[in-house]
C-alpha cells in the first residue's frame, strides 16, 4: 500500500506529497449526538481506554465533536456519525476508523440505519505558483469558452462529477481550497474529495442490513485505493500541477480544522 507520496507520471516526472484524509460517515433514523460520549465509547470497547482526547469535546443535542491524540476525530449530527482520520503516512492495516465504525454498528444492532459514505479527501499545495491552482480547473479541466473572460480577475472554478460503480455512487468534487499555515500565509492548494454512498433503505430485513453496512464499511480499502487511482491516473497522469510541494498536515474535514 502506497503512503501518500503520490506519483504524477508526466514529463519532468515529480513527487507530490498530498495531504490526506478520509471518513466513515453512518446514517441512521434516530441517532442523537449526545449518546457519542467519551464515556459510552470508552466502556463500550468502541476505543480503547487509554486514548486521550486532544482537545475539549462538544456534546449537545445538535452535535458531537470528539478529536483524540490518535488522530481520530468523531464528529456526530442528528441521524449521523462520522470517523474521521488522517492517512498521512499510514499503511491500510495501520488505519482503525473502520474497526472503530465497525464496533458502533454492534453496540447498535437494532439502529434503523439509512445509509453509509466512505469519504476520502486529497489536498495538494502549491507553495511556489498559486495561480496554477486555478489554471488547472479551469484551463486543463473545462473547456475554453468567453465565459472565463467576465470581470476583472480570473473565473474561479469547482467541478461536480458523479459516477455509478457496480456497487455505489461515486460523487467527486474538485475545488480550489486555501490552506491556513500557522505564523504563515495561507497557501493555494487543489481539493479533491471524493463519497462513495451506499443506500441502505430499500433492503427491508434489518439483519440483512445491518450486514449490507458492515459489508460496505468493511470495503473502504478497496474504495480508498479505487479514488486514489481515479485521482493520480485520470485527473494527475496527463496534467498534474507541476509545482504542488509537501506541506503540514491539517484536518480537510468539516468541524474539525478548517482549511
Not at 449537545?60 to 482520520?85: C, D, H, R, W, Y
Request: with cysteine; charged share 15%.
Amino acid at each position: 500500500m502506497p503512503t501518500s507520496n503520490l506519483e504524477a507520471k508526466q514529463e519532468p516526472a515529480i513527487s507530490v506529497q498530498a495531504i490526506e484524509e478520509i471518513g466513515l460517515t453512518i446514517a441512521a433514523k434516530g441517532l442523537n449526538p449526545t449518546m457519542m460520549s467519551q464515556d459510552f465509547l470508552t466502556m463500550s470497547g468502541i476505543i480503547p481506554k487509554d486514548w486521550e482526547l486532544a482537545q475539549q469535546p462538544v456534546l449537545n443535542p445538535n452535535m458531537a465533536q470528539l478529536s483524540f491524540k490518535k488522530g481520530i476525530n468523531i464528529n456526530a449530527q442528528p441521524n449521523t456519525v462520522t470517523i474521521i482520520e488522517s492517512i498521512a503516512q499510514k499503511k491500510l492495516e495501520e488505519v482503525v476508523a473502520s474497526e472503530i465504525a465497525t464496533k458502533l454498528v454492534a453496540q447498535l444492532p437494532y439502529g434503523e440505519y439509512l445509509g453509509y459514505s466512505f469519504s476520502s479527501k486529497m489536498l495538494l499545495p502549491f507553495p511556489e505558483n498559486p495561480q496554477q491552482v486555478r489554471n488547472y480547473i479551469t484551463g486543463n479541466l473545462l473547456a475554453s469558452g468567453s465565459w472565463k473572460q467576465i470581470g476583472k480577475a480570473p473565473v474561479q472554478a469547482g467541478i461536480n462529477l458523479i459516477y455509478s460503480l457496480d456497487h455505489c455512487q461515486l460523487n467527486i468534487s474538485i475545488t480550489e481550497a486555501r490552506l491556513q499555515q500557522p505564523s504563515k500565509p495561507p497557501m493555494m492548494a487543489i481539493l479533491f474529495s471524493g463519497a462513495f454512498n451506499y443506500n441502505l433503505t430499500n433492503i427491508e430485513d434489518y439483519k440483512e442490513r445491518i450486514s449490507s453496512l458492515n459489508k460496505a464499511i468493511s470495503s473502504w480499502g478497496n474504495d480508498f485505493t479505487q479514488f486514489r487511482e481515479i485521482i493520480t491516473q485520470k485527473f494527475l497522469n496527463s496534467s498534474a500541477a507541476t509545482e504542488a510541494q509537501p506541506s503540514e498536515e491539517t484536518n480537510l474535514f468539516p468541524m474539525g480544522d478548517t482549511l
